[in-house]
């Protein structure tokens, strides 16, 4: 069984900063990827950013040069460093990971955590 715990969400006034956390736990063999995305009411959800299988990076146009991306890959930890925060970032922030397990490769998800920006 794979876990994914996630922290961190909360309201913040605009230009704010706020961070994200998400542990990994459980019987995986590797993790391929891991990111985050996020989901505002009546739209889809989208890529925040993540990192790809070969290690890079990939973010949003929308949140570039504002949220950075990190690891821990001792903790299996991911985390999102959200700065400079508008009222159009809020959203439930889900974690994602692409992991191998012993029945196979496999896409898990975090239960969300909601990020609200408002004055």
């Known amino acids: 069984q794979v876990q994914l715990v996630e922290s961190g969400g909360g309201l913040v006034q605009p230009g704010g900063s706020l961070r994200l956390s998400c542990a990994v736990s459980?019987?995986?063999?590797?993790?391929?990827?891991m990111g985050w995305f996020r989901q505002a009411p009546g739209k889809q959800r989208e890529l925040v950013a993540a990192?790809?299988?070969?290690?890079?990076?990939n973010y949003a146009d929308s949140v570039k040069g504002r949220f950075t991306i990190s690891r821990d890959n001792a903790k299996n930890t991911v985390y999102l460093q959200m700065n400079k925060l508008k009222p159009e970032d809020t959203a439930v922030y889900y974690c994602?990971?692409?992991?191998?397990?012993?029945?196979?490769?496999?896409?898990?998800w975090g239960q969300g955590t909601q990020v609200t920006v408002s004055s």
């Open positions: 994602n990971t692409v992991s191998r397990v012993l029945r196979g490769t496999y896409d898990y």
């Open positions: 990192f790809t299988t070969d290690g890079s990076t």
């Open positions: 459980g019987s995986i063999f590797s993790i391929n990827a």
